[in-house]
T-cell receptor, first 115, second 113 residues
Framework: NAGVMQNPRHLVRRRGQEARLRCSPM?????VYWYRQLPEEGLKFMVY????????ESGMPKERFSAEFPKEGPSILRIQQVVRGDSAAYFC?????????????FGPGTRLLVL | AQSVTQLDSHVSVSEGTPVLLRCNYS??????LFWYVQHPNKGLQLLLK??????LVKGINGFEAEFKKSETSFHLTKPSAHMSDAAEYFC???????????FGAGTQVVVTP
């Protein structure tokens, strides 16, 4: 069973461009979480999705950021008009079940650098 | 509301000596607690988790942690450090029905020969 896959692993964008980050959960997992890790900080929750539904987006910046998890295909985190402050590592995690105490399995992350 | 505080940002140990990483949490409810490890430029790997069963939790690679409700602590220990233990360690709390995780700031562990 392949682990959580994220691509690209590294992404370089100039200010104002769009960044698309992809996450394929583990097989059989229908719950996806996105976290952001700023330099020298711990991970911070961004959004929780189930297939075709955004369940909790309380950690998402109000503007420029969006996420989806379609019926088919990977989950996508989209950042429009990137700024230097968006430079960070973005991790996705998947889980077979929802709820407190359920183990989340993390992908290797996408490291975004905004020039 | 939930939060977690890792009391040491850096810990340096000699190979073969014990490791102690300290973590305190606050939670409005009975939390679940986790320790994850992150090696450089890699994803996070679960070491162990507490979910209201036994208070002493054993994990992978010889790590264990003890949940102490009276002290709101969940410290991670290992009797004998190995060079491969050099990494960043995150204490994590969850008391959210959606499973949302709240991470500590991390403790960087350095192991010297």
């Amino acid at each position: 069973n392949a682990g959580v896959m994220q691509n690209p692993r590294h992404l370089v964008r100039r200010r104002g461009q769009e960044a698309r980050l992809r996450c394929s959960p583990m097989k059989g997992h229908s719950h996806v979480y996105w976290y952001r890790q700023l330099p020298e900080e711990g991970l911070k929750f961004m959004v929780y999705l189930q297939k075709e539904n955004i369940i909790d987006e309380s950690g998402m910046p109000k503007e420029r950021f969006s996420a989806e998890f379609p019926k088919e295909g990977p989950s996508i985190l989209r950042i429009q008009q990137v700024v230097r402050g968006d430079s960070a590592a973005y991790f996705c995690a998947s889980s077979p079940y929802q709820g407190q105490g359920e183990t989340q399995y993390f992908g290797p992350g996408t490291r975004l650098l905004v020039l | 509301a939930q939060s977690v505080t890792q009391l040491d940002s850096h810990v340096s140990v000699s190979e073969g000596t014990p490791v102690l990483l300290r973590c305190n949490y606050s939670s409005s409810y009975s939390p679940s607690l986790f320790w994850y490890v992150q090696h450089p430029n890699k994803g996070l790997q679960l070491l162990l988790k507490y979910t209201s069963a036994a208070t002493l939790v054993k994990g992978i690679n010889g790590f264990e942690a003890e949940f102490k409700k009276s002290e709101t602590s969940f410290h991670l220990t290992k009797p004998s450090a190995h060079m491969s233990d050099a990494a960043e360690y995150f204490c994590v709390v969850s008391d959210d029905s959606w499973g949302k995780l709240q991470f500590g700031a991390g403790t960087q562990v350095v192991v010297t020969p």
